[in-house]
Nanobody, 115 residues
Framework: QVQLVESGGGLVQPGGSLRLSCTAS????????MAWYRQAPGKPRELVAG???????KYGDSVNGRFTISRDRYKNTLNLQMNSLKPEDTAVYYC?????????WGQGTQVTVSS
């Protein structure tokens, strides 16, 4: 099963930017769907952005226009560029790969937006 490791989280002021990366333990060429989710304290996990085979992308309403998801097949990474961050973006961000035999999740990386 593919292993996923997120990185790039941290503390940022409102209006700032962060770039998250999710590194896979094997080639992501054959993974049809990869996505970023987030979970804030006391709230359910929600889809932030998805990247589908062929390059199609999908964004949650709250991040559309501010976040950009991309996949680097040569580095086996899934990236999330987050701009114009707001306090309500504070959450643990998780990477997910949808595989035929089951989903793989990373351990998460904390993003805190605060002044």
């Amino acid at each position: 099963q593919v292993q996923l490791v997120e990185s790039g989280g941290g503390l940022v002021q409102p209006g700032g930017s962060l770039r998250l990366s999710c590194t896979a333990s094997e080639s992501i060429l054959s993974i049809g769907v990869m996505a970023w989710y987030r979970q804030a304290p006391g709230k359910p996990r929600e889809l932030v952005a998805g990247h589908y085979s062929g390059g199609t992308t999908k964004y949650g309403d709250s991040v559309n226009g501010r976040f950009t998801i991309s996949r680097d097949r040569y580095k086996n990474t899934l990236n999330l560029q987050m701009n114009s961050l707001k306090p309500e973006d504070t959450a643990v961000y998780y990477c997910k790969a949808v595989m035929p035999w089951g989903d793989s999740w990373g351990q998460g990386t904390q993003v805190t937006v605060s002044s």
